[in-house]
């Protein structure tokens, strides 16, 4: 059997932040699979096999992967940006734990990418240059109530703060509650960065007061990053400088 | 003037995780800049400067570079991992804040790489798949106390943990005080992951459960995972996988 799985992150959506690990995984590859804006980043060429399938169905996507492997075939998984931060590697592990103990035997590999918060990041300054955290705000697969009690105990360790899926049409008003407890809990003017569709044409980042930040300011394509208390802004022509010094006073 | 500055990420040690951006700037540079070990991973060549210099001068690094650029230098300053992750993303913008204000005119990109809790996650399976926080244990730049505290409320959150900078000759004592901190918040047998070297030919990953962690596991050029309460081992011929699922029950 000379198969394998590889769960491969493409970045956030520039050719330049593809990693060429993940570059040679698709060009030896047999199968794509994945949410179908991502397979469509793949090119099309002879003897690969494209299966772009939707949203919501990371298990069934993932335990095709796996059989497709078992029988013999060179499968890359997509995810955009990194596979390990809240997208496929955690559900092809899921399905390989309930699934046959010959899946265990499986050369399964993760290819790390570059993740959303970390380009956006880049492109905003060096926001999480300090200690910080990392929340999906989409309740789909947690309880809201443990998203509020993360963001109360995120603030209070004072990290800096990615949020990951901030809003979409069918919760609209969960990033609201975000907000509203975000200023409650910080209760100061630290820099919020909305970056949205970072490193593709249609890039746009806007730096705001927490106070001043708005639900409408987010949609599924935007990150969001919150700077810790001591979080800086270097104001300059053109777009702000957004930065979380090293160092933290005694 | 034509002087740029990238602050540039080489991720984790292998030439495969280098990214396209990275390489580019590299080859464009006239001056490459940074801690001698990351600087000893840029390839020389005719008409490129390279200024290797010692830890903890980020400060006087970053000036520098600055300075050179300002004269019209092509510049990268070179981190391992990503810049803007424990690394000189921040010093940059620290002494561009505290200097000349022509420096804030200059243009001066990050180009974002993968970090080592991205790399090292990717090796074990997915410990970061749900939501995380990264500290750095190095109280060099802040109080010890509130290293503890920030532990404490990360277990009271319930994310997983990455942390940076675990254990050096000079602090011994910092990461077996973490140990005891997370065992007695914890209280239970969650996976650690100890990640040294990840991606290079010294990579050695190994797991152990949260009680079993010994100081003596880690160095400064590892990077330890501990997992969320629901993280789980996937036992199996080989190493086992780590990975947190994607949902937590209600």
């Known amino acids: 059997m000379s198969g394998w799985l ?12 593809v990693t060429p690990e993940v570059t040679q995984a698709l060009a030896q590859a047999t199968d794509v ?43 890359v998984v997509v995810s955009s940006g990194d ?14 734990e309930a699934g046959p103990p010959e899946w265990r035997a499986l050369d399964i590999r993760v290819a790390p990418g570059i993740t959303a918060m970390l380009a956006a990041a880049a492109q905003a300054g060096a926001p999480l240059g300090h200690d910080f955290c990392a929340i999906n705000l989409s309740d789909n697969l947690k309880p809201w109530a443990l998203i509020e009690k993360r963001l109360r105990l995120a603030v209070e360790a004072d990290f800096a703060m990615a ?11 969960g990033f609201e509650k975000t907000l509203r407890i975000l200023n409650d809990a910080c209760g100061d003017a630290r820099p919020v960065i909305f ?24 949609d599924m394509r ?5 700077g810790a208390s001591n979080t800086r802004i270097i104001a300059r022509d053109g777009a702000p400088i957004v930065y979380t010094p090293r160092s933290v006073g005694a």
Chains 1, 2 share one sequence.
């Open 222 to 226: 935007t990150m969001v990053i919150v």
């Open 6 to 17: 590889v769960i491969a992150g493409l970045g956030p959506g520039a050719d330049h932040l």
């Open 195 to 218: 970056a949205r569709a970072v490193s593709t044409p249609d890039q746009h980042i806007r730096v705001v007061a927490l106070p001043d930040a708005t639900p409408d300011m987010a």
């Open 163 to 173: 949020f990951y899926n901030p809003r979409s049409k069918s919760r609209p008003e």
């Open 33 to 75: 699979i994945g949410y179908i804006p991502y397979v469509a980043r793949v090119a099309a060429r002879d003897g690969l096999r494209l299966h772009p399938s939707d949203n919501r169905v990371e298990l069934d996507r993932s335990r095709h992967a796996l059989e497709l492997a078992a029988a013999g075939a060179r499968v």
């Open 83 to 96: 596979p390990g931060v809240f997208a496929m590697a955690a559900a092809v592990f899921e399905a390989v």
